[in-house]
């Protein structure tokens, strides 16, 4: 594959976990892989690319992710061919109790939506003409805590992933005749570096009866933004061992 013909994925939240494993998966397609995060790129990156395919942005911030678009645009040279929505962030109350709607502060639901949602449909109308000239995909990364009452996610990052769901929806239609294709995936339980107390029960519960992996996670991923899944779009596809049934 020449260097004009690479594609590449712009990620967010990439540095552990899903966000991690997509990186390695879609680099070992051949793709180019440009990562956001707050943090600067770490002298040890586990991810491919380099310093130059990072962006240093604080979701959380939309003026600091909407002057961050420019940016983005100057390393892209026209073409988005998938943007990957992977940030978010889940906050917790002292001691690592669950934050209900009657104890979260107005301040800390800002912060959830802003990081969870509002940062996706920044970054895709900021770079819909590179998406379109790529004929592009974006995946909105969603999760079970987005339909159900979860015992470890809290209320505020329950609803922002339950409104990415529907905006997911309305950005399929949007960008449809543009030719880019907007899905979701929410996944369940998945093995990560630290797991809350308690995840063995809700396994337990699992039709598969065990933990996802990110790898699986990243390969629906990969799924979505590739020639395969051409006729898809607007949908949430459920990676979670069937704990939505």
Request: with cysteine.
């Amino acid at each position: 594959m020449t260097t004009s013909d690479t594609r590449t994925l712009l990620l967010t939240g990439a540095s552990r976990g899903i966000g991690h494993a997509t990186v390695m998966r879609f680099a070992r397609e051949g793709w180019r892989v440009i990562t956001c995060s707050r943090h600067p790129f770490p002298e040890e990156c586990p991810w491919g690319g380099g310093r130059e395919d990072h962006i240093r942005v604080d979701l959380a911030d939309p003026n600091r992710t909407i002057e961050a678009i420019e940016g983005i645009r100057a390393k892209l040279g026209g073409k988005l061919h998938a943007l990957v929505n992977n940030a978010g962030i889940s906050p917790k109350a002292a001691g690592g109790g669950r934050l209900s709607t009657l104890d979260t502060d107005l301040k800390t639901w800002g912060h959830v939506f802003h990081v969870n949602f509002f940062a996706s449909v920044i970054l895709a109308r900021g770079l819909k003409e590179e998406l379109s000239a790529a004929k592009g995909a974006v995946v909105n990364v969603t999760s079970i805590a987005g339909s159900r009452v979860h015992p470890f996610a809290g209320a505020a990052y329950a609803t922002s992933k339950a409104a990415l769901k529907a905006l997911t929806r309305e950005m399929a239609h949007d960008f449809g005749p543009l030719g880019v294709r907007v899905n979701a995936i929410a996944p369940g339980e998945v093995e990560t570096a630290i797991l809350s107390p308690g995840t063995d029960r809700i396994v337990a519960g699992l039709p598969l009866r065990r933990l996802g992996q990110p790898s699986e996670i990243a390969d629906v991923i990969w799924f979505l933004c590739s020639d395969q899944s051409s006729y898809v779009t607007g949908t949430e596809i459920e990676v979670n061992a069937g704990q939505h049934v």
